[in-house]
Each structure stands twice: as structure tokens, then as C-alpha cells.
């Protein structure tokens, strides 16, 4: 059975910055999977934040490129989210998640209604 175990979720301030990590476990290999960080958001959806390829091709929605960063350790099986330059309106439950697509080829893993495992998250908050 899959596994996700999210970590290092804590409250900074304005600006700060936090590393947050999965371990994931079962049948998930990151060969093979796609992996991706997502967050609700108090008052907003729930959203596709970052996803990450078995090629550590990556993607970003607008609102975080350039100031967090999605990757892997495949030795470690652990997936990350490197955040810099927090704000506010950032704070929310953020999760890692992941699926296994039918076919890999071309898929760059940024189809976010697809994935079906989830972890328990960990929760993030700035304050201004």
C-alpha cells in the first residue's frame, strides 16, 4: 500500500522560508510515479502547487515560480519543497501526493485531478 508522510511544516515570518519533506513508501518508487506538493489555502481552493517528473522535469503554478522549489532524493524515496520569499497569503495545509500514470511518455506529472494518494499534510503558516 502507497504511503506519504509529510514534514517540516512551521510558522515563519513575512519573507521567511521552510523546507518541507515526504517520505513515501509501499509501492511508490519515484521512477516510476509522479509526485507533486499540494495546499489548501483558508478561503480558496484546493490547489496544485508543484510537480516533479521521473526525468526531475518540473512544474510551478504563477503564484510560487521562483520562490519554491520541487525535488527529489530517489535513494531516500523523499520528496521536497524548498520555499523561499513566504508570504501570508502562502499559509494553508500543505500535501504531497502521488500517481502512478499508464503511460510516462511526455507526461511532465502537471495533470493535478490525476493524482489519488495523498499524505496527511503538514500545516504552514507566515505572518506578517
Known amino acids: 500500500q502507497d504511503h506519504l508522510m509529510e514534514s517540516g511544516g512551521g510558522s515563519v515570518r513575512d519573507g521567511g522560508s521552510l523546507k518541507l519533506s515526504c517520505k513515501a513508501s509501499?509501492?511508490?518508487?519515484?521512477?516510476?510515479?509522479?509526485m507533486a506538493w499540494f495546499r489548501q489555502v483558508p478561503g480558496k481552493e484546493f490547489e496544485g502547487v508543484a510537480a516533479?517528473?521521473?526525468?526531475?522535469?518540473?512544474t510551478y503554478i504563477d503564484d510560487v515560480k521562483g520562490r519554491f522549489t520541487i525535488s527529489s532524493d530517489n535513494a531516500k524515496n523523499e520528496l521536497y519543497l524548498e520555499m523561499k520569499s513566504l508570504r501570508p497569503e502562502d499559509t494553508g495545509m500543505y500535501y504531497c501526493?502521488?500517481?502512478?500514470?499508464?503511460?510516462?511518455?511526455?507526461?511532465?506529472?502537471?495533470?493535478?485531478?490525476?493524482?489519488?494518494?495523498w499524505g496527511g499534510g503538514t500545516q504552514v503558516t507566515v505572518s506578517s
Open positions: 501526493a502521488t500517481y502512478r500514470p499508464a503511460r510516462m511518455v511526455g507526461d511532465r506529472c502537471n495533470t493535478w485531478s490525476s493524482y489519488r494518494t
Open positions: 509501499g509501492g511508490v518508487t519515484f521512477a516510476t510515479h509522479c
Open positions: 516533479i517528473n521521473w526525468f526531475d522535469t518540473t
